[in-house]
């Protein structure tokens, strides 16, 4: 077994498409997706499961019916299952999301801004 560090700039690099997160690696029934953000996403939620957001690059704004929590590089929100959310980057924003495998990033929408799921990089 060959044992390689997983370099995050790296596979940043290798992601061309906004909001269409990428998995990098698997943790037990987890995936850690990166992904690349830019203007305005859809309201949606997620039933069945908490959803992590850590900020990587630039600034993420996730807007709630009720309020707003805005992140920085370096910071990390957790979006609590159920609740209906809906992220905004004004300027590019590099993310990682943590939640489990099969996760669809619009929750039980479907519709244009739907990623294709399960994707490695």
Known sequence: MEYQPINLQ???GRI???WSPR????????HFKL???HGEFIWHDHPETDEVFLVLKGTLEIEFRDGKVTLNEGEIYVVPKGVEHKPFAENECHIMLIEPAGTVNTGEIVDAHTAPNDVWI
């Open 23 to 30: 998995i990098i690696a698997r943790m037990n029934d987890y």
């Open 10 to 12: 790296e596979k940043l």
């Open 16 to 18: 061309s498409e906004l």
């Open 35 to 37: 992904a690349k953000l």
